[in-house]
């Protein structure tokens, strides 16, 4: 079975860091992509970071993000990581992560697999 849980999340202060980690089991990155998305209440989850096999493509960061947030993947560990650096107030969010196969996308819909959410509060 594909698993993913999502953990990494706390209380950070503006300009700090974070580093989310994705935990999966019952896929190869081979295979599969891997996506971090985010949501505030009341908006939209929104896709922010995709990674998937150095064959099929370079990793994708949403506007906000670019040049602050870094995805990576560990094989031997099964686990993605979102490095979020310079964090603002605006980062506050349900961070989740999700797969499916093939490429990247940052539409909700392109994944059937998601992990529970950890939460990220920027404090000003």
């Known amino acids: 079975d594909v698993q993913l849980q999502a953990s990494g999340g706390g209380l950070v202060q503006a300009g700090g860091s974070l580093r989310l980690s994705c935990t999966t089991a019952?896929?190869?990155?081979?295979?599969?992509?891997v996506a971090w998305f985010r949501q505030v209440p009341g908006k939209e989850r929104e896709g922010i970071s995709c990674?998937?096999?150095?064959?099929?493509?370079?990793?994708w960061y949403e506007d906000s993000v670019k040049g602050r947030f870094i995805i990576s993947s560990d094989n031997r560990e099964n686990t993605v990581y979102l490095q979020m650096d310079s964090l603002t107030p605006e980062d506050t969010a349900v961070y989740y992560c999700?797969?499916?196969?093939?490429?990247?996308?940052?539409?909700?819909?392109?994944?059937?697999?998601w992990g529970k959410g950890t939460l990220v509060t920027v404090s000003s």
């Open positions: 999700a797969a499916d196969e093939g490429r990247c996308s940052f539409l909700r819909r392109a994944y059937r697999f």
């Open positions: 990674i998937t096999s150095p064959s099929v493509g370079r990793p």
């Open positions: 019952g896929f190869s990155f081979d295979d599969y992509a």
